[in-house]
């Protein structure tokens, strides 16, 4: 523990991703921006209001963010995420959830936080994964939130 008192630290937060499927399997990531993470890919997500259900959280963000209803199912996993060089540390809960309305696409409707939604395979999300390291190469601009990160070490499968 460092020299400063615990007053001091900043408190860890809870984060909350909505993995939302297709009928193919694939999941929407977005592209981050304006924020810790910019420019890296994320499911659609945000901080836990106090008093609301990880499930509650899981619906509104992704409504909020994408214009998709969606009904969530079951806790997938938690994780635990910290920002050392932004002195921040989140507790992440991802949350598997359905859309209400198959035929629905996501919008942006947040353009200061997310650049794009796409559908993704889990095999290709876990591909991306697998290379965080490429800086330079084909999965250069495939960089994954550090959640994201967690979530697929710890649920190779979903």
Known sequence: MSTQSTQELPHPRVGVAAIVRNEKG?????????????????LPGGHLEFGETHFACAERETLEETGLEVKALKLVTVTDDVFEDLGKHYITVFVLCERTDAAKEPKVLEPEKCESWHWISWDELRSW???????????????????????LQQSPEI
């Open 129 to 151: 994964g697998e290379h965080q390291e490429d800086t330079e190469g084909t999965y250069a601009d495939k960089k994954l939130f550090l959640p994201m990160i967690h979530l």
């Open 26 to 42: 694939e999941v929407i990531v977005g592209k981050r921006m304006g924020s810790h993470g910019s420019g890296s890919w994320a």
